[in-house]
C-alpha cells in the first residue's frame, strides 16, 4: 500500500476490501497462481464516498483480466457480499440504484456537472451511521428518464434527501459545518451529505468553476480534504 490516506489502513492486517475482494474471486474461480497488488490509496476512509468500495471493484475487474475469468453473475455477488455499493462501482458507470445497492440501472450519461468533495477529517464508520438512524426511509422511486441536462438532473436531485443526514450529524455535527460552506460557495447549484458521510458534496456548472470553488474552500479551512472533479459522463476507458 502507498498513498496519503493508507496509514488508516495499517491496522487491518491484510483484512482491507482489495484483499478481501481478491480472495473471494480466486476462490470461486479456483486459481491458486495468486497475484501481486499494489493500493495507491488517495480516499480518506470511512468517508461515505466509496473509496473501499471502488478499490474492490477495481480488483474484481484487474483479476479478471489478470486471470482471464469473465465477470458473471457471480462476481457481482461477490461483489455485493462485500458492500452494497461494491456493484455499482463495479458497473463503472452512471446507474440508478435499488434494494440495498444490488439492483442497477444504466442511467444515460451524466451532464457534465462539476464537483467539489468536503471531508472534514473525521472518520464515520457506516455501521454506526445506521445504528444512529431513526424512523422508515423514504419510499418510493423517482424519475429515472431525462437526465440528460444539467437542469433535469438538479431539479430531481433537489427533490431527493438522503435519509442518513440527520443519523451522521448526531454523531459528527461537523458535518453540518460542511454543508454549509459549501452552500456558501460561489456558483453554487446543489450541496448535500455524501451516503453516510462525513464527507459532503456540491455541484457546479462545470470542472472549471468547481476547481476554483474548492481552491476557494481550501484556502478556508485548510485542515479539510478537499478534492474537485466533474461527474462521470459515462464508462471509463480500460487500458
Given at each position: 500500500?502507498?498513498?496519503?490516506?493508507?496509514?488508516?489502513?495499517?491496522?487491518?492486517?491484510?483484512?482491507?476490501?482489495?484483499?478481501?475482494?481478491?480472495?473471494?474471486?480466486?476462490?470461486?474461480?479456483?486459481?491458486?497462481?495468486?497475484?501481486?497488488?499494489?493500493?495507491?490509496?488517495?480516499?480518506?476512509?470511512?468517508?461515505?464516498?466509496?473509496?473501499?468500495?471502488?478499490?474492490?471493484?477495481?480488483?474484481?475487474?484487474?483479476?479478471?483480466?489478470?486471470?482471464?475469468?469473465?465477470?458473471?453473475?457471480?462476481?457481482?455477488?461477490?461483489?455485493?457480499?462485500?458492500?452494497?455499493?461494491?456493484?455499482?462501482?463495479?458497473?463503472?458507470?452512471?446507474?440508478?440504484?435499488?434494494?440495498?445497492?444490488?439492483?442497477?440501472?444504466?442511467?444515460?450519461?451524466?451532464?457534465?456537472?462539476?464537483?467539489?468533495?468536503?471531508?472534514?477529517?473525521?472518520?464515520?464508520?457506516?455501521?454506526?451511521?445506521?445504528?444512529?438512524?431513526?424512523?422508515?426511509?423514504?419510499?418510493?422511486?423517482?424519475?429515472?428518464?431525462?437526465?440528460?441536462?444539467?437542469?433535469?438532473?438538479?431539479?430531481?436531485?433537489?427533490?431527493?434527501?438522503?435519509?442518513?443526514?440527520?443519523?451522521?450529524?448526531?454523531?459528527?455535527?461537523?458535518?453540518?459545518?460542511?454543508?454549509?460552506?459549501?452552500?456558501?460557495?460561489?456558483?453554487?447549484?446543489?450541496?448535500?451529505?455524501?451516503?453516510?458521510?462525513?464527507?459532503?458534496?456540491?455541484?457546479?456548472?462545470?470542472?472549471?468553476?468547481?476547481?476554483?470553488?474548492?481552491?476557494?474552500?481550501?484556502?478556508?479551512?485548510?485542515?479539510?480534504?478537499?478534492?474537485?472533479?466533474?461527474?462521470l459522463a459515462g464508462p471509463p476507458a480500460v487500458g
Amino acid at each position: 500500500m502507498s498513498g496519503p490516506e493508507a496509514a488508516a489502513l495499517t491496522g487491518l492486517d491484510g483484512d482491507n476490501l482489495v484483499m478481501r475482494a481478491a480472495r473471494a474471486f480466486a476462490a470461486h474461480h479456483g486459481i491458486k497462481s495468486g497475484a501481486a497488488l499494489h493500493l495507491d490509496k488517495q480516499l480518506p476512509v470511512a468517508s461515505g464516498i466509496g473509496g473501499g468500495s471502488s478499490d474492490a471493484a477495481a480488483t474484481l475487474r484487474a483479476l479478471a483480466r489478470l486471470w482471464e475469468r469473465p465477470l458473471d453473475p457471480a462476481a457481482v455477488e461477490i461483489a455485493a457480499s462485500l458492500g452494497a455499493d461494491v456493484p455499482a462501482c463495479l458497473a463503472a458507470q452512471p446507474v440508478w440504484v435499488g434494494g440495498i445497492g444490488e439492483r442497477l440501472d444504466p442511467l444515460p450519461d451524466l451532464p457534465p456537472l462539476g464537483i467539489v468533495l468536503a471531508n472534514p477529517r473525521r472518520e464515520l464508520p457506516t455501521a454506526a451511521v445506521f445504528r444512529a438512524r431513526q424512523g422508515a426511509f423514504t419510499a418510493g422511486e423517482r424519475s429515472r428518464s431525462a437526465l440528460c441536462d444539467a437542469a433535469a438532473l438538479l431539479a430531481l436531485l433537489k427533490e431527493c434527501r438522503n435519509d442518513l443526514t440527520e443519523a451522521a450529524l448526531s454523531l459528527q455535527p461537523e458535518i453540518a459545518t460542511v454543508l454549509a460552506a459549501l452552500d456558501a460557495l460561489p456558483d453554487v447549484r446543489l450541496a448535500r451529505m455524501s451516503g453516510s458521510g462525513a464527507t459532503c458534496f456540491a455541484l457546479f456548472d462545470g470542472r472549471a468553476v468547481a476547481g476554483r470553488a474548492a481552491a476557494l474552500l481550501s484556502r478556508g479551512e485548510p485542515r479539510w480534504w478537499v478534492r474537485a472533479g466533474a461527474l462521470l459522463a459515462g464508462p471509463p476507458a480500460v487500458g
